[in-house]
């Protein structure tokens, strides 16, 4: 992390930016955009920022300057600003042992239990109340968005107040494999062998990433079998039940299978309601009950999404000062928002193809030409904004490649935001094509 100033300097710092930024703004605006922003480290006249990935790009693109104001008006050295997420600040800085931290509000009192997730919550409890004891391992799955993230990490959450004398390590599977790929090149491969094997709880999320990988793969093997004998718990999840990852070897999906596999499905309509009752206290929003009852019958697909839906309406209504009704819903979800968010990919390949003159088998395939290359990183990134699918996922629909590539081109169009004025406006242009069509077909 940079540390060209101390964390209580740079602590206080930030309280002073934030009420500054508090001052400038609309109380929803700046509950929505700038509070969730936390101060990382600072190096070189630059304050570094960690935000949330739905919120990131829009947060840098529209409010950068407005930080830059606030930390002049504060008196600092500080005049530029990097929003990323805490895992890309580490890596900048060279540092040998990545870590993901732990998202404070997983917890599982602040987890919302419908019928969809219920069995679910109970395992992980259990889990967490009595590690190694009761499942093991745990196997969570169901699509992305349904809270198997919010689960792992409020088991490690709940670990490390009530048994801090453990040793717990909660990862992604991603993670998992650049730590490996890492410690090969560098340190060597024992250093990684004492960090994943000495530990009393292990949970790691998204395991079929590993899918193709088959280093990691045997490298993941030996771990699982190294903690499962000395008697430690794990804590797996998946996009998919084991016997469904494939291109897994078969030894690893058996081993995923010892102990409780739990799917997560998706929250019906009474869940659905008591997660967006919570959003909007949390939020400080007042807001009448059939306003809600609109919002959560207009997506139906998962909880990201139906976060993300009321992070539109409120923005909304706040950049336009207009109450929050179902009309406005209506307006800003459409009813065909469950398809166009559940499965848009075909349609964005469709109009960005159409939009560039190239075919779909020139966006999608390996040709490295201006024009498909910047045609396919349009593609990448309007896949990423507008679907819940993960940098892999998008990866494989995408001529299979790999996570790094799939951010590299969403990078690289953030990266063009401020000196390609036109890129916006052929991105709106974009947008409204790809909802005309889904809208069309449904």
């Known amino acids: 992390m940079p540390d060209d100033h101390s964390k209580q300097d740079l602590d206080s710092l930030w309280q002073d930016v934030q009420a500054r930024l508090r001052a400038a703004l609309p109380p929803s605006t700046f509950q929505l955009w700038l509070e969730p922003l936390k101060v990382v480290g600072a190096q070189a006249g630059v304050l570094y920022l960690a935000a949330p990935a739905g919120i990131r790009a829009w947060t840098e693109r529209r409010y950068a300057g407005l930080i830059r104001e606030a930390l002049s008006g504060a008196g600092t050295n500080l005049t530029e600003v990097r929003i990323g997420d805490s895992s890309d600040v580490a890596r900048s800085d060279g540092e040998s042992e990545p870590s993901l931290d732990l998202n404070v509000n997983y917890t599982f009192e602040r987890f919302v239990i419908g019928e969809g997730n219920r069995i679910a919550h109970a395992a992980a409890l259990a889990v967490a109340e009595a590690p190694s004891e009761a499942y093991n391992p745990l196997f969570l799955h169901g699509p992305p968005g349904l809270g198997k993230t919010h689960l792992l990490v409020a088991i490690a ?9 453990l040793g717990v390590r909660y990862t992604t599977a991603e993670c ?6 890492s410690a090969l090149r560098t340190t060597g491969a024992e250093a990684f062998k004492r960090r994943y094997r000495d530990l009393d709880v292990l949970l790691v999320d998204d395991v079929q990433f590993l899918e193709g990988k088959r280093h990691t793969e045997d490298e993941f093997f030996h771990t699982f079998n ?3 004998e000395g008697g430690s718990q794990l804590i797996l999840s998946a996009d998919r039940i084991p016997s469904e990852l494939s291109s897994l070897e078969s030894r690893l999906r058996d081993r995923f299978e010892w102990g409780l596999t739990v799917a997560v ?5 009474a869940t659905r309601l008591t997660v967006l009752r919570r959003l909007v206290r949390e939020a400080g929003v007042d ?7 609109v919002l959560a019958r207009r997506i139906d697909a998962n909880v990201r999404q139906l976060h993300g839906g009321l992070t539109r309406v409120l923005a909304h209504a706040s950049l336009t000062a207009k109450p929050l009704s179902p009309e406005l819903i209506e307006a800003v979800i459409p009813k065909s928002a469950k398809r166009n968010e559940s499965n848009p990919v075909e349609e964005i390949q469709r109009r960005v193809s159409a939009a560039f003159g190239i075919s779909r088998a020139e966006l999608v395939g390996s040709t490295r030409s201006a024009t498909p290359l910047r045609a396919r990183q349009v593609a990448i990134y309007l896949t990423r904004e507008l679907t819940d699918l993960s940098l892999p996922q998008i990866g494989r629909l995408y001529g299979g490649r790999d996570h790094s590539t799939v951010l590299n081109s969403i990078r690289r169009v953030e990266a063009r935001f401020d000196e390609d004025k036109a890129l916006g406006a052929q991105l709106d242009e974009l947008r409204a094509a790809i909802h005309k069509g889904s809208t069309s077909q449904a």
């Open 157 to 165: 959450n709940y670990l490390a107040v009530n048994a801090p004398g």
């Open 176 to 181: 998992f494999t650049n730590e490996f790929v």
């Open 226 to 228: 190294a903690l499962y």
């Open 265 to 269: 499905e998706p929250p019906n309509l």
């Open 287 to 293: 807001t009448e009950s059939d306003v809600l009852d």
